[in-house]
């Protein structure tokens, strides 16, 4: 801890390096991190590479205004292929929503699929800790748990969100084994 901030840090044997922003999604092999000036006026995102720590800036839009919802562990995911990010937005009306942030071009697309009500509480149990949000290991389907425990099914290319047809129990969380 620092200046009262938390400080993140990349650790292995031997070795630890600060990460210079707000973890918002992880993956295979990176992450994607909020990195905002000490006034948070002008903030943009980045990818860095887990391996090495480099990093490369994400076009688009900066995240001014703190669209994700930040929370540790980060409730994003990062698709197998390093492509696209899942990552949980406020939107319209205070719900936040499932959107997908494709890595390359900075475009991101709401799937219109709710993961909390009005008040940002994230269905998440008493803390944002559990994931909500798992990627197939081949990346061609993303698997929610979205509010109401209901698990949802959404095809990223497409962008439609389906129920998998199957009656569960409350679900809220969700792992996908390779």
Known sequence: MTDGHFSVYDAGPGWDRP???????VGPASWLI???????QHCRNEVVNAADGSR???PGPAAMGAPYIFSWPPTGVIS??????????????GLVTVHLLDLRT?????????????????PLGENANEQSMAWSPDGRWLFVAAA?????????????AQS?????P?????AVRP
């Open 56 to 58: 490369r800036a994400v």
């Open 106 to 122: 900075g475009a991101t697309r709401d799937l219109n699929v709710v993961l909390a009500g009005p008040g940002g509480d994230l």
């Open 148 to 160: 109401g425990g209901k698990l949802v099914v959404v095809n990223p290319r497409t962008g439609r």
């Open 34 to 40: 909020d990195v905002c000036d000490a006034q948070y």
């Open 170 to 174: 409350a679900v809220d969380q969700v």
């Open 164 to 168: 998998l047809g199957v009656r569960l």
């Open 80 to 93: 197998p292929d390093g492509s696209t990010a899942a990552v949980a937005e406020n939107g319209r009306n």
């Open 19 to 25: 990460v210079p922003g707000t973890v918002v999604a």
